[in-house]
């Protein structure tokens, strides 16, 4: 059976999505991107900054299914610049002590021209 999940601690989902599904113990998230939950607007300048609020994102996603990042187990990375990827590291370091998996490539543009997007998946059991 699949559950979606929905809080209003992290952004609202801004096309036909949802922020994450839950699938046999197991959650799939939706990018995250720095956006304030409260405003919908963009959160920093700076790849450090605007990693920062996606890393809060993430977490009040965590938070609501009872977990932490050291549940996760895969992540997907999404720059605009690959010149971000040590100052972007060094933030994503801050939270993911537990090293999961990892994929982090650089794309052409993201929603609403941000530099970062981090997806997950986790165990919730």
């Known amino acids: 059976m699949m559950k979606v999940v929905s809080t209003d601690k992290a952004p609202a ?3 036909p999505y949802s922020q994450a599904m839950v699938v046999n ?4 998230t939706s990018g995250q991107i720095p956006l ?17 609020q996606v890393m809060k994102n993430i977490a ?5 299914q009872n977990v932490t990042f050291a549940n996760v187990v895969k992540t997907t990375c ?3 610049d690959m010149g971000d990827f040590a100052v972007f590291n060094e ?4 939270y993911f002590t537990g090293k999961p998996a990892r994929s982090c490539v650089a794309v052409k543009q993201l929603p609403k021209s941000v530099l970062c997007e981090v997806e ?3 165990d919730l059991s």
């Open 13 to 15: 989902a801004i096309g």
């Open 25 to 28: 113990n197991m959650m799939f």
């Open 36 to 52: 304030d939950p409260a405003t919908g607007e963009v959160v920093g300048t700076t790849a450090a900054e605007q990693a920062e």
């Open 60 to 64: 009040a996603l965590l938070e609501d």
């Open 78 to 80: 999404f720059l605009a």
């Open 91 to 94: 933030v994503y370091a801050k």
């Open 120 to 122: 997950l998946i986790v």
